[in-house]
């Protein structure tokens, strides 16, 4: 997708320090870092929202789950960690290809 930041890391275009990449997904750092470990996993289709989410978006994202589970250990996350999704204004969605915060590293506060 044209003039999207996540295509254009995953094109190569725009560095960025990837931690684990595969056919369907790429985990990078986050440029601006909200805990000591901030990563963020985004599919290689380009979408924005999970309304946009037909049968096999659901089921990329639930194996997209499932991986982050997996790696958590080898991401440093052994301790914990927090999956966060930004959708649409109110959240404060600013990059409109669809990705998962993962936070960690860290105790997180929660209230
Ligand atoms: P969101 O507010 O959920 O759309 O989050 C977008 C995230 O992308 C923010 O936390 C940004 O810091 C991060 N971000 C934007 N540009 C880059 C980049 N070039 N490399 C890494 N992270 C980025």
């Known amino acids: 997708m044209e003039n ?33 470990i901030h990563l963020l996993c985004v599919p290689r289709e380009h979408f924005a929202l999970l309304s946009e989410a037909d049968d096999a978006r659901a089921a990329l994202l639930g194996r ?9 250990p080898q991401l440093g996350l052994a301790d914990g960690y927090r999956l966060i999704i930004n959708q649409g204004e109110n959240a ?20």
């Open 4 to 36: 999207c930041v996540f295509c254009k890391i995953m094109a190569g275009e725009i560095p960025s320090a990837r931690v684990y990449e595969d056919g369907e997904i790429v985990i990078f750092r986050d440029i601006e870092p909200k805990a000591k």
């Open 92 to 111: 404060g969605q600013s990059v409109h290809h669809l990705h998962i915060h993962i936070l960690g590293g860290q105790t997180l506060e929660w209230e």
């Open 64 to 72: 997209t789950l499932q991986k982050i589970g997996a790696l958590a």
